[in-house]
């Protein structure tokens, strides 16, 4: 009997992780309420992104974070696809955000999101502080870690935050970038297609994109600023996939997310291509096959398995055989 997909075609490799492309925030209890409400309608389509940075009123941290820890565990959270965005290493209270999310939810919580970093060693030391409290919390698993790349300095350093352990997603953040800037780049770059025309934030995403490739993590683009254009949004997300590389998009309305799921999920054609050349594969037992008189072996299997899925994750519908692979 033919191997799985995952065993024959990597051998013991670190898999790419495959996680959902559309990442939506949401601050407040009444907006996490919202946005898992509407995860449960559409399915596990996008992860929510629980905020105690931005999202937090100044003197009410604490609570905010235990709010956070109540949502994580609340049974709305069905598919646990909920991280949460502590605060920055400069602040005074992200070791007590850590303190109160991984001990109270980090059996739960999707991933924990590091921003503002300016260094890479700033970022080795907010991760070896969770694995610490995760361990003192006899959580076994590992968190998986995504880093806000929006200042000079994570951008610099970009390849070895993306190298660190526990990590899974650089994220580019746009406004912090340019105002980073002080000025040098316009603020009509913060919208298309000055974003991704303007020759150093062309630079700069394509670096964050390449890097996080380069490691076996996933590359996140930032958020659209049009909120209620869903064209729009399908445009830069469309356009963030297919020139950048990015396999991510940030959503922060509610109308964003199924744009930015469709234009980052595969051409429907191509996946049916997929299965039908994954089929004949394994039943080949992943030898060689010839497909519409193209050959095809373990080099393009992995493209087309990686291929599926994606398509699994963005909710598209899958032959028996192919989705049972999948589950």
């Known amino acids: 009997m033919a191997q799985h997909p995952k065993d024959a075609l990597f051998d013991g490799e670190k898999a790419f992780p495959v996680i959902a492309t559309c990442e939506h925030f949401a601050g407040s209890e009444k907006l996490i309420g919202k946005a898992l409400a509407m995860q449960k309608t559409l399915g596990p389509i996008f992860d929510i992104t629980m905020d105690c940075e931005d999202g937090a009123a100044t003197g009410s941290e604490k609570q905010h974070a235990e709010m956070v820890v109540a949502m994580q565990s609340a049974e709305l959270n069905e598919f646990n696809m909920a991280g949460v965005r502590i605060h920055d290493y400069s602040h005074n209270l992200w070791k007590q955000d850590v303190d109160i999310i991984v001990r109270g939810a980090g059996s739960r919580i999707a991933y924990i999101t590091i921003p503002k970093p300016t260094a890479a060693s700033q970022v080795a030391e907010m991760i070896s502080y969770i694995q610490t409290v995760a361990k003192d919390a006899k959580i076994s698993r590992e968190i998986p870690i995504h880093v806000l790349i929006e200042t000079h300095g994570a951008l610099r350093e970009c390849h070895q935050i993306a190298a660190l352990p526990w990590m899974q997603v650089l994220d580019f953040g746009l406004m912090d970038f340019i105002s980073g800037h002080q000025g040098a780049i316009p603020a009509s770059?913060?919208?298309?297609?000055?974003?991704?025309?303007?020759?150093?934030?062309?630079?700069?995403?394509?670096?964050?994109?390449?890097?996080?490739?380069?490691?076996?993590?996933?590359?996140?683009?930032?958020?659209?600023?049009?909120?209620?254009?869903?064209?729009?949004?399908?445009?830069?997300?469309?356009?963030?996939?297919?020139?950048?590389?990015?396999?991510?998009?940030?959503?922060?309305?509610?109308?964003?997310?199924?744009?930015?799921?469709?234009?980052?999920?595969?051409?429907?054609?191509?996946?049916?291509?997929?299965?039908?050349?994954?089929?004949?594969?394994?039943?080949?037992?992943?030898?060689?096959?010839?497909?519409?008189?193209?050959?095809?072996?373990?080099?393009?299997?992995?493209?087309?398995?990686?291929?599926?899925?994606?398509?699994?994750?963005?909710?598209?519908?899958?032959?028996a055989e192919v989705s049972a692979w999948l589950s």
């Open 189 to 319: 770059a913060m919208k298309s297609p000055g974003q991704f025309d303007h020759p150093l934030l062309n630079r700069a995403k394509a670096e964050v994109s390449a890097a996080a490739l380069a490691y076996g993590v996933v590359p996140a683009h930032n958020v659209t600023l049009d909120l209620k254009n869903k064209y729009q949004t399908y445009e830069d997300a469309r356009r963030a996939n297919r020139e950048f590389g990015f396999q991510r998009m940030w959503s922060i309305y509610p109308t964003q997310i199924e744009p930015i799921v469709a234009a980052m999920a595969p051409d429907f054609s191509e996946v049916q291509t997929a299965c039908e050349i994954l089929q004949g594969a394994y039943a080949a037992n992943w030898g060689p096959i010839q497909h519409a008189g193209d050959l095809h072996d373990r080099a393009t299997y992995r493209y087309y398995w990686r291929l599926v899925q994606r398509a699994k994750v963005a909710g598209q519908s899958l032959p």
